[in-house]
């Protein structure tokens, strides 16, 4: 995208606003410090440079859109028991510092907001490179003159509105104001990927959070095109943080999730009122099957563990195979027996067949561990109960 003619110098940005990164289609202010965050795979659109400091104050600003989609409550949110003391990054005011914010409205206000919806060779428009910058008081600005016009929902290449750009640039102030100026919360890319699928599969329970404190109603039951809800990405996710080193930046550098980012997200998604009872609408898993089929025995307590959930989820079949099932093929990791004594505590049923009519115990592999699981699981058979009750 070319720079339209005569756009006037914009007022100096004070400390510590950033303008837009060198080589932009739309030099509204000095190139800052390249990020440190690597740009997720996937995306083209790099992540917010540095983290925002801020202050923490009650909610102001813009009438949140009423947009259709199942609501959920939005109370200050407590710590679980296997998540991270604290955010990755603090979600500021709703506002910029007030003086970047004049800046950049009267750096944007001199054009006709029409010339904003221009897009560059992908499709990019101005608001979708401030947003992939992480540039808080100029994303505002330029939201704030484009609302009117449909710019909030104008998509790029991979079919991303500025909103998706900013859920993948882990930018939580950008993602909150699009929400309160009435971006579509429920908008999926060509992939049939939200902002709540985004967070979850990279991690970004910040971006979560951001949902959350902005008020605005949202489908935590949207599926991407792999008939996936949000709570099965992050549960994938997690289980791929903890088996080696996942990063959905291709890289291992600072700017990648932990597991504690991880875990978090899920547990975010579960109070936002993910249906941790949802199949995929490919093989039919659960988030519980998911989680034993990755070994991940703080992930399938935490499941079990939400009120009056475990009745109905311990026992699900995904083509036939019950979690207990999936628990005895796991090729004799260590969470194995744990999570096997955790699905019987929880009231799993070990005489249940699968399609192959195979018990859970026919399933075990060979070898002095998998006797024991076998016996385990024999002793069990005739003692079935239900499982407890959730405190």
Known sequence: MSLPPNLPSPPAMSPPSAGLPSGAPWPLAPAVTPSLCAVPHGSPHGSPGGAHGGRASGARGFQAAAIPGPAWPHPAVPWGEFGAPLLRREIRDPYPEPQDLAAARAALGCRDPRELLQQDEEGDTLLHVLCAGGHWALARAAAEALRDLGGLEVREHLGKTPLLVAAAAA??????????????PDAADHDGRTALHLAAAYGHPEILQAMISSGVP???????????????????????????????TGGSGGGSPTPQDQFRCVELLLQMGADSSS???????????????????ALAHLLLRQPGMAPRLVNMKAHG?????????????????PLVRLLLAWGADPSARNLEHD???????????????????RSHRGSHRPPPTAE
């Open 171 to 184: 930018a939580p102030e950008i993602v909150r104001d699009l929400l309160v100026l009435g971006a579509n």
């Open 218 to 248: 949202v489908n935590v039951e949207a599926r991407n095109f792999e008939g996936q809800t949000p709570l099965h990405c992050a549960v994938l996710a997690h289980n791929a943080s903890l088996q080696g080193g996942y990063s959905p």
């Open 279 to 297: 199949q995929d609408t490919k093989s039919s898993l659960t988030a519980l099957h998911l989680a034993v089929r990755g070994g991940n025995l």
């Open 321 to 337: 195979n019950t979690p207990l099932h999936m628990a005895a093929a796991l090729p004799g990791t260590p969470s194995q027996e």
């Open 359 to 377: 018990l859970p115990q026919s399933l075990v592999p060979p070898g002095a561990p998998g006797d024991q699981l076998r016996l385990l699981l």
